[in-house]
Nanobody, 115 residues
């Protein structure tokens, strides 16, 4: 099983990025999918999740700024991040939601928000 995250980069505060995630073997099809992040010196945390029916959940820190979406086939999940702040700097990962699978964490994609 392979999970691949992409779209990270360096952006100034207030800027935007769009992250994308794909997974092999259709492991996301029919399952909830979430974006998680790990900031330096902190534990990995949930950023946003979307379940099969389309309901979404966001952490309080990103609510109103980030938008999670998935394609109709359910294999690709995006995270649109707007009005980025320095505290959003982290490595971003995707995995199943609400319970991530331990053995499918990918390499993640680095997001750095700095002027």
């Amino acid at each position: 099983v392979q999970v691949v995250e992409s779209g990270g980069g360096l952006v100034e505060p207030g800027g935007s990025l769009r992250l994308s995630c794909t997974a092999s073997q259709n492991i996301f099809r029919g399952a909830g999918v979430g974006w998680y992040r790990r900031a330096p010196g902190k534990q990995r945390e949930l950023v946003a999740g979307i379940i099969r029916g389309g309901d979404t959940k966001y952490s309080d820190s990103v609510k109103g700024r980030f938008l999670i979406s998935r394609d109709n086939a359910g294999n690709m999940v995006d995270l649109q991040m707007n009005n980025l702040k320095p505290e959003d700097t982290a490595v971003y990962y995707c995995n199943q939601f609400p319970v991530p699978l331990r053995n499918i964490w990918g390499q993640g994609t680095q997001v750095t928000v700095s002027s």
